[in-house]
């Protein structure tokens, strides 16, 4: 009888997303890889500091632009954009989404786009901490 | 115009005799009969070739440090040269820079290369082919523009880039050619000694270098994010193609296949070590790491130094020449450049115009007749003199490119503007100037 395993302690606690009273979100932005240095600038005056940067290509409304090799048009092409990841408390949310938009706003097709996402939890590797003490 | 080219010229002559010269007759070689050297031609049609491939060499050299939206800018740029120079060189440019004119420059006279065939024409090389002596210049005429494209990089615009470099090949480059290596030019007249061009070349585009830097003012967003070069491996492979080409620069300019050609070759790969070696050190010693991009610009350096003083000074005063010079560049740009803000984006003032000035005035210090009969004995063999002229030369240069080429810099930006606009530049000059991308993202 002694073999059988005790019962499962569980993970130790973690509360649930609807227990939290903090919340945290992922905010996403696709904007025009010219646009960084200016959504950078406008981040940090907003004292969001952690971002994290790619480099992908995609095409939303604006249909590739026209690149010429030896007189032969190619059009179509996917853009290269940059993405960015930003994982924030909920009271910077607002704050992140209007420092992207007042840096890559220029009023024409293909500034991009700003997703926010619900985020179930953080953790610092280096301390082990968790959820939104982690995430600054 | 005319007028006030001949006031200009008097000005600048004016500035060479306060500094205490008379004229002295150069000792020309008295050439021997005009009967064409089989191995003199070929060596100079050759090293013709090594110096054409120092462009595309520069070009990499230029197009690694540059960020990757813009190395396709750097490498039209320097390509767009090495096409229009070649045109302009044979229909005007060789004839201005080296046909039989006044103290200024060399005229009409060889217009369309009118006059100037296959035999040799004594007062520049006895052994070879005029045309082989005209084609080994045009090289020299490419490259010296495109040296300038360091200041500049990354934000003037492709169409007034063009203008802007035909008028300054010819009414830069081609008046100060003729003065140091023309038949009746008055530097050559006074005697300074300018074995390979440190003067007509380095200090020449340099000083162009450092008003188009001041001019067109400083690249977007420098204060949050100083660019780093975006392909060292192309910094380097340009540096060795640059070396490579150098033995043509150089060597090739004793114009014969001999023995000053020979001190010429072992002196130019002497400081170019030793200034590698140098650049080197200094770094280990100051910042705990050599770094490949400074060893790699530290013997650029050094074959800009030696440039002037190749086929007048023998092996050891080379090294020091080459240790000497990324001492005087490292200062310049680590220290000048950051100390008075200009943003000479890829330091083509601060390798280019500050190598230069040394290499011309180490070619006063060191020169000797013992290497080269044809030259003359610099302050440590006995003759100071040779000290000044070098340094009147240095400053005719000098004075002369600054005020030309700021006066073609503001009469094309006044015409076309010189600057892309903010976003094309945030974009790159690669997508906005030509319509392409070096790299692709994923296939």
């Known amino acids: 009888m002694e073999l059988l395993a005790p019962p499962l302690a569980g993970p130790p606690s973690i509360k649930t997303y609807s227990e939290r009273e903090v919340y945290m979100k992922l905010v996403i932005a696709i904007i025009q890889p010219y646009k960084l240095e200016d959504v950078k600038a406008e981040l940090y005056q907003a004292d969001v500091n952690l971002i994290t940067v790619s480099e992908v290509l995609g095409h939303g409304r604006q249909m590739g632009v026209t690149e010429v090799y030896r007189g032969a048009k190619e059009t179509g092409n996917l853009l290269r954009k940059i993405r960015l990841e930003i994982a924030v408390n909920d009271n910077y949310v607002e704050p992140t989404i209007k420092a992207i938009i007042k840096g890559a706003k220029t009023g024409e097709t293909g500034d991009g786009k700003i997703f926010v996402l619900s985020l179930e939890d953080c953790i610092r590797i280096r301390t082990n901490e968790k959820g939104s003490v982690a995430i600054g | ?443």
């Not at chain 2, 080219?5 to 004016?14: E, Q």
């Not at chain 2, 990499?60 to 750097?74: E, Q, S, T």
């Not at chain 2, 080296?98 to 103290?103: H, Q, R, S, V």
């Not at chain 2, 967003?221 to 380097?236: D, K, Q, S, W, Y």
């Open chain 2, 1 to 443: 115009m005319k007028k006030l080219r001949h006031v200009l010229f008097g000005a600048l002559v004016a500035l060479a005799g306060i500094l205490g010269l008379s004229a002295t007759s150069f000792a020309q070689e008295a050439a021997a009969a005009p009967v064409v050297n089989a191995g003199d031609t070929a060596w100079v049609l050759i090293c013709s070739a090594l110096v054409l491939l120092m462009t595309p060499g520069l070009a990499f050299f230029y197009g690694g440090m540059v960020r990757k939206k813009n190395i396709l800018g750097i490498l039209m740029q320097c390509f767009i040269i090495i096409c229009l120079i070649s045109v302009q060189w044979v229909l005007f440019g060789y004839s201005l820079s080296f046909a039989p004119g006044d103290g200024f420059w060399g005229g009409l006279k060889w217009i369309g290369l009118n006059g100037v065939g296959l035999e040799p024409y004594t007062d520049y090389a006895g052994t070879i082919p005029h045309q082989a002596f005209m084609i080994f210049q045009a090289m020299f005429a490419i490259i010296t523009p495109a040296l300038i494209i360091g200041a500049f990089a990354e934000r003037m615009k492709f169409s007034s880039f063009v203008i802007f470099i035909l008028l300054w090949a010819t009414f830069v480059y081609a008046p100060v050619c003729h003065w140091v290596w023309g038949v009746g030019g008055f530097l050559r007249k006074m005697g300074a000694l300018d074995f390979a061009g440190g003067t007509v070349v380095h200090i020449n585009a340099g000083i162009a270098a450092l008003v188009t830097a001041l001019v067109i003012g400083k690249r977007k967003n420098l204060e949050h994010n100083m660019p780093a070069p975006h392909n060292l491996p192309f910094i380097v492979l340009g540096a060795a193609l640059l070396w490579f080409g150098w033995f043509g620069f150089n060597a090739g300019s004793s114009l014969a296949a001999n023995g000053l050609a020979v001190n010429a070759f072992v002196v130019t790969n002497t400081a170019a070590a030793a200034a590698g070696l140098s650049w080197a050190l200094i770094e280990w010693f100051k910042n705990g790491k050599p770094t490949m991009f400074g060893t790699a610009s530290g013997a650029v350096a050094g074959l800009v130094a030696i440039t002037p003083a190749a086929g007048f000074v023998s092996v050891v005063p080379a090294v020091i020449i080459g240790m000497l010079v990324s001492v005087f560049c490292f200062i310049a740009v680590t220290v000048i450049k950051p100390r008075f803000g200009y943003d000479d984006s890829l330091d083509a003032f601060g390798v280019h115009c500050v190598g230069g000035i040394w290499g011309a005035l180490a070619t006063g210090l060191f020169a000797s007749k013992a290497v080269n009969p044809a030259g003359a004995d610099g302050l440590f063999f006995g003759n100071p003199k040779q000290f000044m002229i070098q340094l009147a030369a240095v400053a005719v240069t000098i004075v002369y490119s600054f005020i030309v080429t700021f006066v073609i810099y503001k009469v094309v930006d006044l015409l076309m503007g010189m600057r892309v606009g903010e976003k094309e530049e945030l974009m790159g000059l690669d997508l906005t100037q030509h319509h392409e991308r070096a790299y692709t993202v994923i296939e």
